[in-house]
Antibody, heavy 116, light 106 residues
Framework: QVQLVQSGAEVKEPGASVKVSCKASGYTFTKNAMHWVRQAPGQRLEWMGWINAGNGHTKYSEKFQGRITITRDTSASTAYMELSSLRSEDTAVYYC?????????WGQGTLVTVSS | IQLTQSPSFLSASVGDRVTITCRASQGPSNYLAWYQQKPGKAPKLLIYAASTLQSGVPSRFSGSGSGTEFTLTISSLQPEDFATYYCQQVNSYPLTFGGGTKVEIK
């Protein structure tokens, strides 16, 4: 069965970077793109970007352009999302989600807290 | 494309028929989905391509609509359906979600 397992919660100071991982299993990793979505407390879901796991091509939301990097390691069937220059407004739960045009499988979420 | 859901909050009883609306600022064609999210959990895909039921989702859930107005209907609300529901469009970047509709027990 398809599973996406994300790395654990992080606490970061303002200005730091965070890198969240998403390990996929149960399907051929390179056949689907992977999206990253975040949800700040009490807020709507917000799409951040995606990576074509086959060729590594990425597309980012303009809101995060310059601060976000999405990569993948095909040998480990793992996608990564790194967000830099963190500020308090980046405190949120970050999700990876598999692309089948729509988001059919999601990771369990990773809480990133930005606080001094 | 901005997505506006209504209502943002809904109080209903078990067995009620519930309808949630998602209005788009521009037509997302058929590229619209509905998700259910329970507290502390990841969203779950219910409906995709506006009206196609995702595998394993109970048939009491249905989606309809076209152009800029779409609806999610739960024909007979069950205790496990109390959650927040989001619409999403994947027609154009940035991909966007609606503001959510929280369905609570009356």
């Amino acid at each position: 069965q398809v599973q996406l397992v994300q790395s654990g919660a992080e606490v970061k100071e303002p200005g730091a970077s965070v890198k969240v991982s998403c390990k996929a299993s149960g399907y051929t990793f390179t056949k689907n793109a992977m999206h990253w979505v975040r949800q700040a407390p009490g807020q709507r879901l917000e799409w951040m970007g995606w990576i074509n796991a086959g060729n590594g091509h990425t597309k980012y939301s303009e809101k995060f352009q310059g601060r976000i990097t999405i990569t993948r390691d095909t040998s480990a069937s793992t996608a990564y999302m790194e967000l830099s220059s963190l500020r308090s407004e980046d405190t949120a739960v970050y999700y990876c989600a598999r692309d089948e045009m729509f988001f059919d499988y999601w990771g369990q979420g990773t809480l990133v807290t930005v606080s001094s | 494309i901005q997505l506006t859901q209504s209502p943002s909050f809904l109080s209903a009883s078990v067995g009620d028929r519930v309808t949630i609306t998602c209005r788009a600022s521009q037509g997302p064609s058929n590229y619209l989905a509905w998700y259910q999210q329970k507290p502390g959990k990841a969203p779950k895909l219910l409906i995709y391509a506006a009206s196609t039921l995702q595998s394993g989702v109970p048939s009491r859930f249905s989606g309809s609509g076209s152009g800029t107005e779409f609806t999610l209907t739960i024909s007979s609300l069950q205790p496990e359906d109390f959650a927040t529901y989001y619409c999403q469009q994947v027609n154009s970047y940035p991909l966007t979600f609606g503001g959510g509709t929280k369905v609570e027990i009356k």
